[in-house]
């Protein structure tokens, strides 16, 4: 039966496969050294195993003195992988200088053993009668007499026995149980091993050569050991592969985030401007080009309401016009809000020629139009807003999504300076009057700024021909258009966020000329403030200031507002204008009759005039009383309020308004806006 030396061979295999495992384990470069360090100590200890089942195998002949230099030799090899290996396990810091003092002693020995005449434990090696196992197993076995040199070797063995030992009191004393056992053992076992081999080494009597087993229990014991960090610094790494996974996710859900944040509105939850650009891009460069309208939505008086039921309703209105919108278009169709109050409709049709494809988009928009103007009720109030709407076809812009979209606002300002009320498609020629406005806008800024504006007067008489009043008028002179009339620059200042600086320069230069002009006795300056003034916080502070400023007496002023200005209950405004009439200026609501004012709310505003909108005195009929506007002046003389008619032109018209009762009267029959010098003069 043969047992001995399978179990030699079965040791080296172990060996040979933890070396070859451990060489290609670790993760971080502190455990990738151990590691390697621990499988080139097992891929040594194999070859010290497999070269002793080599010395006991009883093949024929004798077994070689080479083959037991080669043994020592290995020997020589597995110290100092030892040394290496126990450092790093150890974790002694500095490490380098005990390994290389063992390179050192052990390369000695090594080079000693394979130049001298003999190996450096055994001299005079011989084979001896193999030896026969209890079992029947018969092992090769050589002799010889103790080499001179074999102490010094067996001296280096026992100082790296030492250090060993040093070392696993050193792990014990870090609380490093885990590690400290299983080298504790082995050094235990490899002390026992080695001291009984040296006793029997002394007997004549031949022993077993069983010094290499040690080796494989400390390649058992520590493999067991590396192998359950090692499973621990998997599972360490499963563990923040998993949180790295976690976080990837969490990112990725804040991009999307971002995202939906970058191409969507907060407020209506609808793709914005970054948003339409790019799909409007996406569906010009399809080819064939697909039939469909780009429509821009802009809601009238939005700023009004915002104001006046403040902007959480502003808010849900807005989320409102959103919803309308979205639900009135259907399939590749889709609605973005653009900003403030203005939204973008991306239309298909599917007519095939240009004609009908119009015809068609003009029609759903139209579809929008109706769905948003369907009234809504917010708390008490009902809203009904209107819309302008620009539309322009895709195939006008040449394929650049960016143009489109100037052309749709182009046809959006055409209709709203014609106050059209449905879809307006859009014209080559409205390009000219867009780019004027552009032009207008960017200049405006330099011209309030130079104070390129300035004021006109027109006179104000009454019933008699007297002179009771005049309105302060603006002009500018823009250097390349000519004369610019208010009408059409006052509207781009409000929607360019230009009033508070334009109506402060009109403030300072009415009150200017009102502290020039002589007093007489009941003459009042009328100033137009736009409703935007009247909504910023400090329009009552500016207001004040100019008084102050101009020293002029706040009795001969009379502020005009559009009747928009006032439709809503806007506490704030009204609590102003009531702070100003308690310094004595006057309100007087402009173009009256054209706005939605409710009589009733007139009884509870701070209002002292009338002014009957121009287009009514133009239509009036001035051969029998005009039933309209008897009523106006009817309604102010019952409400006590001076009632005066604007843009009369002729005397015929004059003549009817006095005989209707209106008190003051304005127009090119009177005069036509006059330089403050003139006025002045009329005055004297
Ligand atoms: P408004 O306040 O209703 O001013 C009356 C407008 O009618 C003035 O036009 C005036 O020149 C014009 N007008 C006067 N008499 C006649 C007439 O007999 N026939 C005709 N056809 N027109 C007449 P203007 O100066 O072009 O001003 C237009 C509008 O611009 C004003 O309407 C006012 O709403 C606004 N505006 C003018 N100046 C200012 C200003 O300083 N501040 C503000 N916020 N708005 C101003
Ligand atoms: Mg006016
Ligand atoms: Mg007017």
Redesign the pocket.
Known sequence: MIIWLPVLWIATGVCLFAGMHFLRAGHTQEDVRLFHAFGILCLAVAAYIGVSALLQAPVAGTPSVRLERLHITILCLVFPAAVWFMALYSRLQRWQPWVLASVAVFGALLGLNLAGPHSLLLAEARPLAPMVLPWGERVAQITGITAPLAPAFYAATLGVFCWAFWRCLALWKRGDATRARPLAAYLILQLAATGYSEYTMLRPRPTLDWDALPFLVLVLLLSRTLNLELRSYAVALDASNAALREENGLRDRAEAKLRQMAYNDAISGLPNRHALSDRLAAILATAPLPHGALVVIDPQRFEVINHALGHRTGDLLIRELGNRLSRAVAGKEFVARLSGDEFAAVLFVPATDAATALAQALHRAEELHEALAHPWQVGASTLSINTHMGLVMFDEAGGNGDTLLRQAYAALHAAKAAGRNEPTAFTQAMQAQAERRMRIEVDLHAAIANQQLH?VY?PQVDRGGSLVGA????RWDHPAYGTV???EF?AIAEDSGQMPAL?LL?LRMAFSTLARLPSRGSFRLS????PWQLFLADFLETMQMAIREAAVDPRRVML?I?ETALIHDIPDAVAKLQALVAIGIQVSI??FGTGYASVARLKTLPVHELKID?AFIRDMSVTTPDRFVAALIGLGDAMHLRVVA????REDQRDALIRMGCDAL????ISR?IPADALAEWMQ
């Open positions: 004021l027109q309105e302060a008028l603006l009339n208010p009408a006052v109506g009109v100033i137009n403030v736009s005009e559009t402009d173009d121009q604007e843009g009369v032109e304005q127009g090119y029959l806006p």
